[in-house]
């Protein structure tokens, strides 16, 4: 089965630049959220953070 995959990927023209493409978007992901990680406001993030709590707590007072 490999052997198939390897000779087809083989006869396919450029198949070396997929995988740069896609060491490319795996690296610009985590590098925007690294930055966004370290800029982000430390409000938004216990606002988002809280956000669980809040669900919970507007559960209970449904169920009563």
């Not at 610009?28 to 993030?45: D, Q, R």
Request: proline letters at 3%.
């Amino acid at each position: 089965m490999l052997k198939f995959v390897k000779g087809y990927m083989e006869s396919i023209d450029g198949v070396a630049t997929y995988p740069m493409i896609s060491l490319l978007i795996f690296f610009l992901f985590f590098t925007i959220l690294f930055w966004w990680v370290f800029t982000a406001s430390k409000e938004h993030i216990k606002e988002v953070s809280e956000i669980p709590l809040e669900t919970e707590n507007q559960t209970k007072e449904e169920l009563l």
